[in-house]
């Protein structure tokens, strides 16, 4: 019962993942339908019942737009692993505030870069312009995506009747990027 269903809204936008006795509460209840289903079957006293894969409701999730956290992770991930000031990309980073948070500067999206360790020494509790250095990218808050919401909760090796329905894992997604060596290949036509 521990199965991850991914549940689609009724446009069939992937909209979260939920385990399989959540999804049979919604089905049961008349208020999604099946779209894919495992081989197994969940035995109870009463009945049995298929384990769905893919789920679409009956009506339509309006929600607010999920935020990405603020994290050391997911700056980096924003930042393609690239030192925003330097731009060398890969090896050791860290999380630089562009107004230093000793002169009031914030921990927000607006005001954090990925910044190698040499750059992040050399402009120290400076600013931008004092440390004479300049950002490749003003920084902003990244859009959540639906690898973001949805698939990086899920183990896509595993599963191939989830791929149709998540549009964006192709190979030019950034975020998708280490899903795509099996990606396309196993989309049904
Ligand atoms: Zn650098």
Redesign the pocket.
Known sequence: MNNAVLVLNQNYEPLNVCNVRRALVLVLGGKAEILEQNAEVVTTARAVYVVPSVIRLHYFIRRPRPRVKLSRREIFIRDNHT?Q??G?RGGELTVDHVIPRSRGGLHIWENVVS??R??NHRKGGKSVAEAHMDLRMQPHEPRAGTYYTVERRLDLSQRDDWHKFLPELKPSSKWASRHSTNGSSSIPA
Do not use: K
Request: with cysteine; net charge positive; aromatic share 12%.
């Open positions: 030192c000031y330097c060398r910044a190698c040499p750059c």
